[in-house]
């Protein structure tokens, strides 16, 4: 039976459990429907913040296929949603920057170990002391690896490869990074001296913000076969590693929206709002977009595997002996904000079109059989990093043959804010959240005055019902929910 839910001049229309369609006709110059993942006691919510709007939009933009898609987590962003996906035809459509986001290739890593909770509770406070005092964070930080000119032209264009290079991480990594953590064709001669000289001190850097690093113990196993192909069990202590391109990143957005607001004009698109600046796919501008946008990817997962590489060298003096011995090796590492080129049947066609699939705060979530995945991973899908707060839980979820067919192998990337940093800092101004993180059994360290303040796990919502969501729709399945111990924030 079908269910509807009306908006202001609108009206979503629940299609199947946990999908809600937006018709054409709410906005005219729609090209697609708009549609949302979620579970219906989200949908007030996702109504006040009205997001349905921006779906909406992003559904105006030319070449759009399939549907202008919107995860559980979504809010409030940048011309596109936060959560939101979409995916355009490579001769008729578009790139946008919007599409992306400012922390270009935001994102995940998670490392598996052969410690358990029960045997390093005890431990947390000082490992938490040295992953703070080990790990560069807060807003504009710097790291010890100092880049040369050269060194950060090999880095936009190798991405993680040249960590591993330098001795600072294990080939093997790169197995288990989306894209082997580096996209080609890249070209660094697109970016510029400021945004070079942002990124040049902050490799291995955590960032500020929602960015954390997180010691977390496995609290409960749904899918047991499906752990064991990632290297997880029950009592199993791992380390979940958030952020992204840093400055670099961020300035390569600000710099591409100015050309493309000109672009938009030049190709003479018609867009229902200035945020939604593209340019066609393969224009010259969206070509270059494409290209330095590939330069802040690859920065992202270098970065991370750097600080993974941190990491493993903190447990490894803490516990005198080697990381690997620990057997800290990398589960996987996702990325959630990124455009790239993929194959996808469209409207139960079984020929395949490429298209450029956005990613804004939504994940990949390949299935079982997909050829880019490891052998390892190749019979139960790609591992999928959900990060929650740091007050509750995170998710290893694993991708669905669903996802596929439903959201362009796409799924939500987190638990979504639903209070802003001021509000939030408002909210707790006169409380000591560490301190009652600590009552919890949650050690935290943090560099900047308000950012526990702005973080507080009411700020996002629960992830246990982001969770619920795609896993009730089928574009990805619980696997494993872990729980914080120990978290550095910036």
């Not at 064991?228 to 391109?245: D, N, P, R, T």
Request: charged residues 25%; glycine residues 10%; aromatic residues 6%.
């Amino acid at each position: 039976m079908k269910k509807e839910t009306r908006m202001p001049e609108a009206k979503l229309e629940q299609i199947a459990p946990y999908r809600w369609r937006l018709s054409q006709d709410f906005q005219p110059g729609m090209n697609v429907p708009g549609e949302i993942i979620a579970s219906e006691s989200m949908i007030p919510h996702i109504l006040s913040d009205n997001t349905p709007k921006q779906v909406a939009n992003v559904a105006t933009l030319p070449g759009i296929v399939g549907a202008s898609l919107a995860m559980p987590d979504i809010h409030w962003g940048y011309g596109f949603p936060i959560g939101g996906v979409a995916a355009f035809d490579l001769d008729e459509g578009i790139i946008s920057p919007g599409g992306v986001g400012y922390d270009i290739n935001c994102g995940v890593s998670l490392l598996r170990s052969n410690l358990t909770s029960r045997e390093i509770r005890s431990d947390i406070p000082k490992l938490v002391d040295a992953l703070f005092n080990r790990v560069p964070c807060g807003v504009g930080s710097e790291g010890k690896i100092k880049l040369s000119g050269n060194d950060l032209t090999r880095v936009l264009e190798k991405g993680a490869r040249w960590v591993v290079e330098q001795g600072l991480a294990d080939k093997d990594d790169l197995e288990f990074i989306e894209e082997n953590g580096g996209m080609t064709d890249s070209d660094p001669s697109l970016v510029s001296d400021r945004a070079r000289e942002r990124a040049r001190k902050q490799l291995g850097t955590l960032g500020s913000g929602n960015h954390f690093l997180e010691i977390q113990v496995v609290e409960k196993i749904f899918q047991p076969e499906i752990a064991e192909a990632f290297g997880l069990y029950k009592g199993q202590v791992v380390v979940m590693i958030h952020s992204g391109s840093r400055g670099l990143g961020h300035q390569v957005c600000d710099e591409s929206l100015k050309v493309m607001q000109g672009a938009a004009r030049k190709y003479q698109l018609d867009l229902v709002d200035r945020q939604l600046a593209c340019a066609p796919f393969k224009s010259p501008e969206g070509q270059d977009y494409f290209s330095v946008m590939k330069c802040a990817a690859n920065y992202a997962w270098a970065n991370r595997l750097a600080m993974s590489g941190l990491v493993r060298q903190t447990f490894a003096e803490y516990y005198g002996k080697p990381w690997q011995s620990l057997g800290m090796s990398m589960v996987w590492d996702v990325c959630h904000n990124i455009a790239s080129v993929e194959e996808f049947a469209i409207d139960s066609s079984s020929h395949k079109r490429k298209l450029c699939v956005h990613r804004k705060g939504a994940t990949r979530a390949f299935g079982p059989g997909d050829s880019s995945l490891p052998e390892r991973y190749r019979n139960v899908g790609q591992p999928v990093l959900i990060p929650g707060d740091m007050g509750r839980a995170s998710y290893v979820l694993a991708g669905t043959e669903t996802a596929y067919k439903t959201t362009f192998g796409s799924t939500c990337h987190g638990a979504g804010r639903v209070m802003s940093r001021k509000a939030a800092v408002r909210a707790t101004q006169k409380g000591n959240i560490a301190r009652k993180l600590a009552e919890r059994g949650i050690i935290v360290r943090s560099r900047g005055k308000w950012t526990l303040n702005e973080e507080i796990p009411e700020a996002y919502k629960d992830v246990e019902d982001v969770v619920a969501a795609v896993h009730g729709a089928g574009i990805s399945q619980k696997v494993a929910r872990l729980k914080p111990m120990g978290t550095v924030k910036g």
